[in-house]
């Protein structure tokens, strides 16, 4: 009451003492109502009922529990979006259309890609092309020995995810269908094509035959002096791939990249080091970037985007990874030590270097159970299911097969159907003893993204593997496919009784812990959820079950706000 | 564009020709924005921070596919409830606290009774104390033949449902714990009590005694005079119990009502017609209502709450169901026929009456397999899966041991104990050889409230015949249990493990016919979310598993908009 009757008096001082438009109600004599608070006529409303409809402040009592402050007009209460947006987690944003101001309500703040075609195992995953799984957070940086992206996602110093390598692979094999084919320049092959090397006095370059690489390389020993370089022109290309090796025990090729608006130098460096990535703080406030080569007296290939290599030194020098793309050049190229170049490019882009270095990545890794062990603990819902270093992801398995088998539709290089087809071999060993498969209720195989016990039935990890083990069905060779049909109709058969279960009338749950360890739901995140519809859209272009476009379309409803009926 | 063209037009014709607020901004030149429409200052607003702000309209984008006018002030978007009530399906109203109108927002409509002691079998049954099962409008009419409801929920002719006359039964049996001893005056007994009646010439009334009964009665002929009459004095009981049988083959017992308001007089009939009720409309725009008493040459034992009998009349009548009991009383008693009466009585309430009559109708309708059952079909899920007439219901058997035991428990009669030890019959069958027992995935049992099949695993339903199973338990003698605690525990153990299927992260859903019928989830509306919550707040006071009190617990968060973690 005393805080009402204070608005009381502060309403007749303003009244009393200043032309607004709360004296011009007084002395123009309209006084609206005898409402004694915050009251306005709309006047100019564009409706013609809504005009002359008081307008005032209103207390709202939510539930019972707290208050916050409304408005209300005519009948009509208004709530204020702050609030809802908390209450209901719902989107909206002031925009302009045609020049006028609107507010954008947004039930999710997901996107479906409904298909057009059918999937084609040899052409893009999913909506893959879209994704820059090497600019993400959580990936530390592309390992210039292993060319796959490092993750720090459930481990801070790092490691290689296979789910996470094969992502990469697979995005860069879908950007390569779906961008325009790379500009690429070869600039020094030790043979037709030389670039002019600043040598400075004492060193040298000479351009020879490796009998071990079967191909001209050049040849270059920076001995005592400051190292040989190489000015570029100017340009916006920034993927720099080489072959490199050192016959000195140290050496070094350093990128040059200019900042054309801060006139800023900022040098990534490949180095005689096993540290995967090292930054320098230089006294004078700048400071570089250094890969580890490994053992850099072997052949190293290297495929790098420099501005994502620049990023991730950015980022660990405390400076953000804010770093335009667009306003990077390359500078220039300093080479130190002793030790042989070849294949020197630079590319707008090389995605295709990139799927291979994953799928290289993938061949080499696969142990002898044809899994891709991962080397971190994973904790599920707060330790209640914890999986020990060396797990297998059923997930990462079909994402790799996924890979795989297009490298091998590609090359035609038989190592990787090998890796493709060992891959499925998880697949059958149950999760308690080391496998990726679970049953629900001993009655339905599951092939688990994290094979927990008991399981956790994580749905999109599911599909992702049941759709690797389609590509390699689609493209292995009939005679050699093995269980892949089996474990696929199993697999399809499993989700299609299962998905309903995934449905909470409002959206989807991303696993089904809340039934396996009694915790509350797990509510999917609207990316998720719209991974599962993506992912249901994908396998209803190959498998004409109506529950799939059924739950698809309801699923695709939530997300602008319908629910299912309540009784 | 054209819309906005048209609001500036009339913004400024009004600007010229009146005195507004809008020729106010222009006049006194205060102009308070270069926007063109809609816009006003919140001058007077309480906080200091949105004081001059500007108050306008705004159209609001709704998931891009459609649009609705909102307000803006300052950085502040206002939503109309008239928008969020359909859209989110939640509840508000204008009411005024100490004085000052304010808007109550509901989440949900529905109450949660905590229950502050363990539960008791032999004590209230749930929160039904608050039931009034026969004013339902589902309830045709409580039979003058049976005493129990009739329903018309599946079949609009009528039948008797076991559930409901079991609810009925549980209903008054909790009032009489809840409610204050009643008022209660025999006003004939045949012996003791005798009443004034007013026999006309050529009728008769005598007392004597009745071999069969063995009590004295009171016998009456009205011959072919208009009936013997009872003048009653004024009062406010309505609950009319008496004893009644024709020696004539017709002959009837009629008690006039009178609204006291509108000096109307309603006549409601017992009448010897196998007619459950029969309302006759007169000439002089009023109307009679008729209850059959089937055989009259029997005793029947009468338990009327007269005002329902009225209520249903005129229900039938066309007239609606508004007749305020307050406003009632009985202005007289008319006899026609030949025949006896006994034990009339006239009470407040007589609820352990309307409870034996439950009890005794369950006895008299359980069949040899021990079940109760219903005599109509039941379309669940638009005909998917359908139950034909002579359906058991697990819920029908449950609340009827509930109440059977309690009747045993009151009154010491082995009947009733029997009968509620044969309910548990069906429970050990299976719903796909007519019993109500199901099994999720092979392995849980289930109680099934509709037993389908495939089965529809309603949730409410099982837990309700799980509380009958508890109270057989507590309160049949030891020995005579049979399988009354294997069926329990079972249920039990089914119940814990399942729950979390019904959890929706922000609700529940009443079944799981999603997952068995491959159906939308059918969504628990608010009354049955928060009657699971009793059940398990009930079981959790007898049974002291975590997991009840745990998913009681969230489940109640959800009812003030508290949703389930997304990842």
Same mark, same amino acid.
């Given at each position: 009451m005393a805080r009402l009757n204070l608005k009381l008096l502060l309403f007749l001082l303003i009244a009393v003492v200043s032309c607004t438009l709360v004296t011009y109600i007084f002395t123009c004599g309209h006084?609206?109502? %005898?409402?004694?608070?915050f009251i306005h006529r709309l006047?100019?409303? $564009?409706s013609p009922e809504s005009r002359g409809k008081l307008y005032e402040e209103l207390l709202c009592s939510i539930n019972g529990m707290y208050h916050i402050s409304c408005r209300k007009e005519g009948r009509e209460v208004f709530i204020p979006f702050s609030f809802l947006e908390k209450y209901y987690e719902v989107y909206g944003k002031l925009t302009k259309n045609r020049g006028h101001e609107q507010f954008e309500w947004s039930h999710s703040y997901s996107k479906v890609f409904k298909p057009t075609t059918r999937y084609n %195992? %040899? +052409? =893009?995953? =999913? @909506? /893959?092309?879209? @994704?820059n799984v090497e600019v993400r &957070?959580?990936?530390k940086c592309i390992s210039a020995t292993e060319g796959v992206p490092v993750s720090t996602?459930?481990?801070?110093s790092g490691y290689y995810y296979p789910v996470q390598v094969a992502q990469y692979g697979l995005s860069h094999y879908s950007k390569n269908l779906s961008d325009r084919p790379p500009k690429r320049k070869v600039?020094? &092959? +030790?043979?037709l094509v030389t670039a002019k090397w600043q040598v400075p006095k004492g060193a040298s370059v000479k351009r020879n035959y490796d009998y071990e690489k079967f191909t001209h390389v050049l040849e270059f020993n920076s001995h005592d002096s400051p190292g040989i370089s190489l000015k570029l022109k100017q340009g916006i290309d920034l993927v720099l791939s080489f072959d490199l090796r050192f016959l000195s025990m140290n050496g070094s090729l350093t990128i040059f990249l200019e900042d054309r608006d801060r006139s800023t130098i900022f040098p990534v460096s490949f180095v005689? %080091?096993?540290?995967l990535i090292h930054v320098l703080n230089s006294s004078a406030g700048s400071y570089s970037t250094n890969y580890g080569l490994g053992s850099c007296q072997n052949w190293n290939q290297l495929t790098r985007d420099l501005h994502v290599d620049l990023v991730k030194g950015h980022v660990l020098s405390g400076r953000?990874?804010?770093? $335009? #793309?667009? #306003?990077l050049r390359i500078h220039h190229l300093l080479i130190k030590g002793h030790g042989q170049l070849d294949n020197l490019t630079l590319a707008s882009s090389n995605h295709m270097g990139m799927f291979y270095s994953s799928a290289d990545w993938l061949v080499r890794h696969q142990d002898s159970s044809g899994g891709w062990p991962i080397g971190v603990k994973r904790k599920i819902a707060s330790g209640k299911a914890d999986l020990d270093p060396g797990w297998y992801s059923a997930m990462g398995q079909g994402q790799a097969m996924s890979l795989l088998i297009r490298a091998y539709y590609r090359s035609g290089e038989s190592h990787y159907l090998e890796a493709a087809l060992k891959g =499925?071999?998880?697949?059958?060993?149950s999760s308690t003893e080391g496998g990726v498969r679970a049953y629900f209720m001993n009655q339905y195989p599951w092939y688990e993204e994290y094979p927990t016990v008991p399981p956790s039935f994580v749905l999109n990890g599911f599909i992702y593997s049941l759709i690797g083990l389609y590509d390699v069905l689609s493209l292995a060779p009939h005679d050699q496919v093995g269980d892949a049909q089996l474990l696929f109709d199993q697999g399809m058969h499993s989700l299609k009784k299962l998905?309903?279960? /995934?449905?909470? +009338?409002s959206g989807t749950v991303y696993d089904l812990r809340h039934f396996t360890? +009694?915790?509350?739901p797990n509510i999917a995140r609207w990316d998720y959820h719209s991974t599962h519809i993506n992912q249901l859209l994908l396998l209803s272009t190959i498998d004409s079950d109506p529950i799939l476009t059924t739950i698809a379309s309801r699923w695709i409803s939530y997300m602008s706000g319908k629910r299912a009926a309540h009784n």
């Open positions: 006084p609206t109502s %005898s409402h004694t608070s006047k100019e409303s $564009s %195992s %040899s +052409g =893009m995953f =999913m @909506y /893959f092309s879209n @994704y &957070d959580r990936v996602q459930w481990e801070a600039l020094e &092959d +030790g043979n005689c %080091s096993p540290v953000g990874k804010k770093l $335009s #793309k667009t #306003k =499925m071999k998880p697949f059958s060993k998905l309903p279960l /995934f449905d909470t +009338g360890l +009694g915790l509350a």
